[in-house]
């Protein structure tokens, strides 16, 4: 159920950042969905990690659950201080990286369709977080691609996996 949660919220911040990119949020309105979404996924990342349960499975989600944790509260911070996000694209690139290996090993290990989801999930967050690399820290004119790519894949990664576990349409 955690994880239905984190989706949905995953889903709307992201659904929600991209309509921003596209010109149809005030920056200081986005920040309340970042806020909300942060403290959620930071949250589950505490519960995965600290548990009496934990192991080292749920440690690493927690782990890279943190980075979408990172990525909302900086995105948050970004609109109250009105900077002009360099050091966030910096981040976004270690982010890419990161879970590079991430989708690759899900991928190739997945033997449910569930972990098929998942691997491609990583591939699409990870495109997603390259792409605002190039754009705030490259300076690349992506504005646009990238607020419909991040609509896109808040719909399709976050969204409706989110709300289909939450309903018991689908199981983990």
């Known amino acids: 159920m955690l994880l239905g949660l984190g989706l949905l919220y995953v889903g709307a911040v ?45 440690i690493k989600g927690a ?4 980075l979408f944790t990172a990525t909302y509260f900086w995105v948050a911070y970004n609109r109250v201080t009105k900077v002009d996000g360099r050091g966030l694209g910096w981040f976004s690139l ?4 990161t879970v590079a290996p991430v989708a690759i090993q899900s991928l ?17 967050w990870g495109l997603l977080w390259f ?8 300076k690349q004119p992506i504005l646009k691609f990238t607020g419909a790519f991040t ?5 399709l990664t ?9 309903q018991g349409w689908l199981n983990p």
């Open 94 to 97: 270690f982010v890419a990286i």
């Open 131 to 138: 792409c605002y690399f190039l754009l705030l820290t490259m």
């Open 158 to 166: 976050g969204w409706v996996p989110g709300l289909s576990l939450l």
């Open 108 to 124: 190739r290990g997945a033997d449910t369709p569930i972990g098929l989801w998942m691997g491609w999930n990583w591939v699409g």
């Open 14 to 58: 992201l659904v929600l950042n991209g309509l921003w990119l596209l010109g149809k949020i005030e920056d200081r309105e986005i920040i309340v969905v970042n806020v909300v979404s942060g403290f959620v996924t930071l949250a589950i990342s505490a519960y995965w990690a600290f548990n009496p349960a934990a192991d080292a499975a749920s």
């Open 151 to 155: 609509v896109l894949i808040g719909i």
């Open 63 to 66: 782990a890279l659950t943190l």
